[in-house]
């Protein structure tokens, strides 16, 4: 559904890409690994149209993203694609209910549509009694599983998270872990993920490794 293939991109002398290539399916875990600096975040920046790489291309569902203008590219981010970073990145004025709400209320939602997208979010991911509460009153992981609902919200295609558990425990790593998995299998949502984490590398369903910019999978 997703294919990247052979990106190259350079950062002035810096060679963040040297022919990288990944393909992530429908429904399916793809974890890039590898050691800091070897290109992963480049890697899924690239894979989300986020960043132009210098040359190779990126194809999603038969469209090619590394040629489509800027517009038409951020309209079909928007819709089909959703982001998970490091810091959960939650609107602190906002309880985690109203967090998770806000892609809908942005895309013109039905107020009733919302609430029961949101409901059956936090529900899923075990949330629901912390929703009216603010991301500084709950815990990190609880933030970070806010932060995974509202970017599954608006039922993306494929969803990027660039070390979605890194700032977390084992434990609470697993909890988000487990609700991408959940992601993938119920809504057949792709997820390309970066982790340093081998424990969550080796329950994801392919795995690419970095290493000076070039992907072995
Ligand atoms: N905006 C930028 N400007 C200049 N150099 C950059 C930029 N982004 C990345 N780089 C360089 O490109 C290379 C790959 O960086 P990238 O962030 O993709 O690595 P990474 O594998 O995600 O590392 P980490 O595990 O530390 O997050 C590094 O040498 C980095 O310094
Ligand atoms: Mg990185």
Same mark, same amino acid.
């Given at each position: 559904m997703l294919s990247a293939e052979k990106l190259t991109l350079s950062f002035g002398k810096t060679v963040a890409l040297a022919g990288a290539s990944a393909t992530v399916h429908r429904g399916e875990v793809?974890? #890039?690994?590898?050691?800091? /600096?070897?290109g992963k975040s480049t890697m899924l920046y690239c894979m989300a149209g986020l960043l132009d790489p210098d040359g190779g291309k990126v194809e999603f569902d038969g469209r090619i993203l590394t040629k489509l203008n800027d517009d038409v590219r951020s309209d079909l981010r928007r819709r089909e694609f959703g982001f998970v970073f490091q810091f959960a990145e939650l609107v602190p004025e906002l309880s985690l209910r109203e967090n998770v709400s806000l892609p809908l209320e942005l895309n013109g939602v039905?107020?009733?549509?919302?609430?029961?997208?949101v409901d059956e #979010?936090?529900?899923?991911? /075990?949330?629901?009694?912390q929703a009216g509460r603010r991301p500084a009153k709950v815990s990190g992981g609880q933030a970070q599983r806010a932060a995974v609902a509202r970017a599954m919200a608006h039922r993306p295609r494929v969803l990027?998270?660039?070390?979605?558990?890194?700032?977390l425990d084992s434990q609470n790593g697993t909890l988000v872990l487990d609700a991408l998995l959940d992601l993938a299998a119920v809504d057949e949502?792709?997820?390309?993920?970066?982790?340093?984490?081998?424990?969550?590398s080796a329950r994801a369903h392919r795995v690419v490794q970095m290493r000076d910019g070039v992907a072995t999978s």
């Open positions: 793809l974890a #890039l690994v590898g050691p800091s /600096g070897s039905s107020r009733r549509e919302r609430e029961a997208r #979010l936090l529900d899923r991911l /075990g949330i629901a009694e990027f998270a660039d070390e979605p558990t890194g700032a949502t792709a997820v390309v993920l970066v982790t340093h984490d081998p424990e969550i």
